[in-house]
């Protein structure tokens, strides 16, 4: 059925060239800071992009950043390659029609997801890269997007079954499409040669347990898809015993090596930066009311306890 699914979206989208130009340079020791700004500027809005996200409050960077180069420079490498995976996202997948997709509150989830797992991993010192943790839970639902360039309906039909039937997301996209949106996502990261930890934890964030060597890293990012749905009300003490009792209802939780403390800091850091992060990203317009804000109408975790 993957097989089947992925030729009736024609092709699993690619990558943009100028994505792979930068990777390659980024890879390469000897490719100058200046070589690989010169790259990224071949494309005027994704070097706008990257510039808005570097200088947002989510990197917190005392001195604004100016220039491509004096970015690779203070990030680093690694971590400008993963803020231009989330920065090219948007340019893959532009043309979808919101009526019959809940797009915006996709991305939403998505960048709520990311913030918090990157805040989860920055605060285990078991974690060495941290950025990594942010891609995952940015791509962690991608394989949606695949599934609605197919059928653009699947999403609402497939979440009101799991819904009115009380049954897990998972179950219901297997029954009525024979694929889920995990095994999409994974066949499409593997094409885009995304690293394996992150494949991994896209691939294992619907699962309860975690083992073997990336159990921790696959459980990070388990627990912050779940913790991504809170709505908080940016009162401490109302958040910190909101989040504190929701935990109560994640299974295993724990097997992510997370303090509850811990928890509070990286969930109420997703609810103040989502929306700056997100338009930082150019991922969608984004004039949301509070009705639309208060629907948060995408929703994977639907059967689970």
Known sequence: MLDSLIKQAGELPSLPEVYIRVTELLETESATAARIGDAVQTDPTLT????????????????????????????GRQQLQQVLVGSVLAGVFKDFDISTFPLRDFWRHCVKTAIIARQLAMQNARVIDHEAFFTAGLLHDIGWLVIAKVNPGSYLHISEIARSENKDIIQVETEKLGVTHIEVGVA??????????????????????????LAVETSIVYLANRLSRLELDDAREEDEALISEYLTSIPNWEQSKCTSEQIIIACCLANDQWQEVMESLGMVDLDIDDAEEESFLFKTDLGRL
């Not at 990197?59 to 180069?69: A, D, E, F």
């Not at 499409?188 to 060597?213: A, F, M, Q, S």
């Open 188 to 213: 499409l990261l593997d094409k885009w040669g995304i690293p394996g930890l992150i494949t991994e934890c896209v691939n294992k964030h619907h699962e309860i347990d975690h083992n073997g060597p």
């Open 48 to 75: 706008a992009r990257i510039l808005k996200l570097i200088n947002s409050a989510y990197y917190g960077l005392v001195n604004p950043v100016t220039s491509i180069s004096q970015a690779v420079t203070l990030l």
